[in-house]
């Protein structure tokens, strides 16, 4: 049995705790990694939901779930994107059928981003960045993230100098694709670094990057191949800055690139149409099976399989309360207007 899927094409990039009243970091100071214990519910003022049947009830109008086939979100998608992963002990019958009042709309995260926003699907995972731009609209899910604890191979900066701060002045080339690094490594350059480069916009290819700027930010696929590369440029070797290891230096908290976020006006929809409980099934199965989904994700993406496989090992699916912290710290510091008050669970 099958949810209905749906393709949304790409039409590119879119464009209670109490809140810190801390100044706005200098330049090398650390924002706010706080030892002070602070449980999750703290963080956020709504209660968690408790666990519920995938099957208990559903929607009269069909949830629409937002897909995205990348490979730092697979294991949290890829049993539900491949009906034959779903034949194991414990799965049969788990994931609704077409009267179960869940869609699967595909896309990619700019465009899941700006489907949320503009209500043509439920619930989504959704770029950080995105979540506090819209943080009094939508709802945010429990236990469920993408995070680094240090390395994420996947969002570096490849750069032709040695220090920070001869980036001062000069240029960044940076990719479209990703509002959230791009918002990372200027935060870096300005508070941790205390430089003000020129961030530049250009299509993902370093040896063009890198023959008009001083540095040049790549994320995902491409970014784990140069990576792992390590070639010469124009007749040298780029220095390498994993920026969720840079943003860990600085603040000691994890860096969360991205959660899961519903509506709020279909809130109920989605909590009686058991998502919660499909996503977490679903990102159970992954977390277990992480060598098959690199074994398919090596084939498609044309990549080494033991890439794949510790890629996948370096991300944190999980939302703890350390990773709430690392969340809250980055909007506050890069999103205007953000307020963690508006934060409310699903």
Request: hydrophobic content about 45%; aromatic content about 6%; charged content about 20%.
């Amino acid at each position: 049995m099958t949810a209905r899927d749906t393709a949304i094409p790409h039409t590119g990039s879119p464009s209670s705790a109490k809140s810190d009243t801390r100044s706005a970091p200098t330049a090398g100071r650390v924002p706010c990694a706080s030892t002070e214990s602070t449980t999750i519910e703290s963080l956020s003022p709504s209660p968690r939901p408790p666990r519920t049947s995938a099957t208990s009830a559903f929607a009269a109008t069909p949830v629409r779930l937002g897909v995205i086939d990348y490979l730092n979100v697979a294991p949290v998608y890829d049993w539900l994107r491949h009906p034959e992963w779903r034949d194991g002990p414990g799965t049969q019958g788990v994931l609704p059928g077409n009267d179960s009042g869940v869609e699967l709309v595909a896309g990619v995260p700019s465009v899941m981003n700006a489907a949320l926003a503009a209500g043509a699907i439920d619930v989504s995972n959704v770029s950080s960045v995105a979540f506090g731009e819209h943080a009094r609209e939508w709802l945010l899910l429990p236990d469920l993230s993408v995070a680094a604890h240090g390395r994420v191979a996947s969002v570096l900066l490849f750069s032709r100098h040695r220090d920070w701060s001869a980036l001062d002045g000069g240029s960044v080339a940076v990719t479209s694709d990703s509002a959230t690094s791009v918002a990372l490594v200027r935060l870096l350059c300005e508070r941790r670094y205390g430089v003000s480069p020129r961030l530049v916009s250009r299509p993902p290819d370093l040896d063009a990057m890198l023959a008009a700027h001083d540095a040049a930010l790549l994320i995902g696929d491409i970014a784990l191949r140069e990576g792992q590369a390590r070639r010469p440029i124009g007749g040298a070797v780029p220095y390498i800055f994993d920026l969720a290891a840079e943003w860990q230096a600085w603040t000691g908290l994890p860096f969360v690139f991205s959660v899961w976020a519903a509506r709020r006006d279909r809130a109920e929809a989605i909590r009686q149409g058991g998502v919660l409980e499909l996503l977490r099934t679903s990102t159970d199965w992954g977390l277990a099976h992480l060598d098959i989904i690199a074994a398919d994700a090596a084939r498609r993406l044309n990549l080494p399989l033991a890439t794949c496989a510790a890629y996948l090992r370096l991300l944190d699916y999980a939302l703890t309360e350390r990773d709430l912290r690392g969340l809250r710290a980055f909007l506050e510091l890069a999103v205007p207007g953000f307020a963690w008050e508006d934060v409310r669970w699903l």
